[in-house]
């Protein structure tokens, strides 16, 4: 049995009280309605924006409800998770209502960073991020990106979102070895997307077919979600010094177009790697995220979503780069090899076609940055292809367009 199936004691004891009562979903109840109206009371405010956005919401949650299969911890932090997000939509509507302004700030040539997991987007953001020059979301202002009534004060909103983190690493200690959890780390953009439900973030953990079919008919999601990560940055900027943004998710391989709607002026740095190395582990991952919150987990489910869905993705963003349906001089192709063989000249690479400015003492901070976080740091993540119902020939023909077109090295 893989690792991640070997869960703590107290929680396999603790998830065991919904099948002793027969009643998980009464035990932890996840009706949007309520939700909504709880967070409501609890902070004073009613608006949400979009209309729409209820509906999205709802659909959301109830496809959670009735479809995920979710354990008892699951249900848990489902609905600890939406209160949470609820609360910080309330505060932000209410802030951009009191401060117009806000919504004034320009976000001008945004960098992101776009990728299949397991091909180095992680480690090329955190490197990226140190340039003085640019800006990235933290992950603890991602989180609770507004001060809590009182007084500003960052340490709390840090201390409370670092504990979320490592109640994920308690829960699930194989975590680490796919992804450090740090409130101090840059964030993917789907933690604070979170709060438009039609993003990725709730499909990274929950079984929600119904939602899904729903929200392929539904064209004014994409737009939206897009909207309100502007909005979002807008927020954190608003009062600071203005510097470009920089972003991350493979979430945005699946919708480049509604990023370049937003975005038009937006550098995309597309990262890429053997697939042999990288399928097999989004597979994995994919597995472990949903093993966290659900017993009923089907390995060779996720080794199909890995295998035709990131295939799917790179070859559209493939497709449309040559097509000129997205802007290809905007891309700067990153090979993982040539990052990891020399970090600095990989990173100035990308200064060059980005056409930044190289920071003065850049190449110190990465090689230092490197030298105190190895990789490897938290274990090795550990699976086989076997266990997801892939092989070796169905990954290269699967990606054989992609591998040829951009020329990626095979690992061995």
């Known amino acids: 049995m893989t690792s991640y199936r070997q869960r703590p004691d107290w929680l396999r004891r603790l998830n065991d009280f919904g099948p002793a009562t027969t009643a998980t979903r009464s035990i932890v109840p996840l009706d949007p309605a309520e939700l909504l109206a709880s967070a ?8 949400v924006g979009d209309p729409h956005w209820i509906e999205t919401f709802e659909r959301r949650i109830r496809s959670i409800d009735e479809e995920s299969n ?12 939406a209160i949470r997000v609820l609360h910080t939509k309330l505060r932000l509507h209410e802030a951009w209502a009191r401060e117009p302004a806000i919504l004034e700030e320009p ?4 960098i992101f960073v776009l ?13 990226l991020a140190l340039d003085p020059g640019l800006r ?21 909103r840090r201390r409370l979102a670092e504990a979320e983190h490592d109640l994920w690493m308690d829960i699930q200690p194989e975590l680490a070895t796919l992804h450090e959890m740090s409130a101090d780390l840059p964030c993917e953009c789907i933690h604070f997307l979170a709060m438009e439900f039609g ?3 709730w499909a990274m953990h929950y079984k929600a077919p119904s939602f899904t079919a729903w929200a392929m008919n539904q064209p004014d999601i994409l737009p939206r979600t897009y909207h309100f990560h502007r909005q979002f940055l807008q927020t954190l900027q608003y009062g600071h010094q203005r510097k470009p943004w920089l972003l991350k998710s493979p979430g945005h391989l699946a919708t480049p177009q509604g990023l370049f709607s937003e975005y038009p002026d937006a550098i995309a740095v597309h990262t890429h790697r053997d697939p042999q190395k990288f399928v097999g582990s989004a597979a994995s991952t994919t597995a472990m995220l949903h093993w966290l919150r659900s017993d009923d987990v089907d390995p060779k489910i996720s080794g199909q979503l890995a295998l035709g869905g990131f295939s799917y993705m790179l070859n559209g963003v493939m497709d449309m780069r040559k097509s000129s349906e997205l802007p290809d001089s905007q891309f700067v192709d990153s090979h993982y090899l040539d990052l990891i063989a020399d970090p600095v000249a990989a990173i100035q690479k990308i200064y060059r ?36 119902g892939l092989n ?17 090295a095979s690992e061995g």
Not at 40 to 47: C, I, K, V, W
Not at 136 to 155: T, V
């Open 40 to 47: 409501r009371e609890t902070t004073g405010l009613q608006e």
């Open 70 to 81: 979710a354990n008892l911890l699951g249900r848990f932090l489902a609905r600890a998770e």
């Open 107 to 110: 976000i001008e040539r945004p």
């Open 115 to 127: 990728g299949a997991p397991r091909t180095g987007t992680t480690i090329l953001l955190e490197l």
């Open 136 to 156: 990235a979301p933290i992950a603890w202002e991602a989180q609770h990106p507004l001060p809590f009534e009182g007084a500003e004060d960052k340490e709390t």
């Open 199 to 201: 993003g990725p973030y």
């Open 353 to 388: 076609l980005a056409e930044l400015e190289w920071p003065r003492g850049h190449d110190d901070r990465i090689r230092g940055y490197l030298r105190d976080k190895p990789k490897g740091k938290f274990g090795k993540h550990q699976y086989s292809l076997d266990e997801y």
């Open 392 to 408: 070796s020939q169905a990954i290269d023909e699967a990606y054989a367009r992609y591998v040829e077109y951009y020329g990626v």
